[in-house]
Structures are given as C-alpha cells and as structure tokens.
Nanobody, 128 residues
Framework: EVQLQASGGGLVQFGGSLRLSCAASGSRLDGYAIGWFRQAPGKDRVGIACVSSNDDGPFYDNSVKGRFTLSSDKAKNILYLQMNDLKPEDTAVYYC?????????????????????WGQGTLVTVSS
C-alpha cells in the first residue's frame, strides 16, 4: 500500500509562487500514474496535472498550463508541483494521488475514481 504525504501549501499573494511536495512511501512510483488535483470551496475536485502510467506527459489542465509544473525526484520518491503566477482562483485544497493500474494519456487528469491512493491535501490560499 502506498502512503502519500502532501506539504507546502500556505498563504501567498497574487502573482506569487509556491512549491508543493508529495512524499510517497510503501512503494516506488515507477510505472504508476501520478497526479495533482485541487478542490476549491463549494466545487468538485478536478485534475490539474498528471503523468500517465506509461510515463507519458505531464498533462495539464488549461487553467494552469504555462504556470504550473509537475516534476518528480524518482530517487527520493517525491512529486512536486511548482506553481507560479498564482491567482485568487487557484485557492483550493491541493491533493496528490497515484495508482499502479494502467492509465494512459490525459485520462490521468479526468479519471479521479481511478486513483486508489491519495494524500491528505494541503491548502493554498491566494490573496488578491
């Protein structure tokens, strides 16, 4: 079983930057689909960045493309989400997730139900 620990959230001003981290334990993530998701107040959880199980990607939602970057340190088994040029509409709880089952292409952004393992979430608040 995989455990994920997300961190790095906080309060940031409009236009600022944050880097979220997601430390994985229990299994290496090689061959796993990995993703970052967010849930704004009163809204559904949505995918914003992911890499498919065959290492295709990263794929990004249009709302964050060009501003956010998903990366990983495979040696340390850690995922990152670098967030630049933050906007108030980026305010949300951010989650990392992973799953060992096959998930190809951009489906890693939309198949939330396909992820078995989720981090606990970290709150990002962007002030205007």
């Amino acid at each position: 079983e995989v455990q994920l620990q997300a961190s790095g959230g906080g309060l940031v001003q409009f236009g600022g930057s944050l880097r979220l981290s997601c430390a994985a334990s229990g299994s290496r993530l090689d061959g796993y689909a990995i993703g970052w998701f967010r849930q704004a107040p009163g809204k559904d959880r949505v995918g914003i960045a992911c890499v498919s199980s065959n290492d295709d990607g990263p794929f990004y939602d249009n709302s964050v493309k060009g501003r956010f970057t998903l990366s990983s340190d495979k040696a340390k088994n850690i995922l990152y989400l670098q967030m630049n040029d933050l906007k108030p509409e980026d305010t949300a709880v951010y989650y990392c997730a992973t799953d060992p089952r096959l998930m190809y292409g951009r489906t890693c952004l939309t198949r939330l139900h396909g992820y078995a393992y989720w981090g606990q979430g970290t709150l990002v608040t962007v002030s205007s």
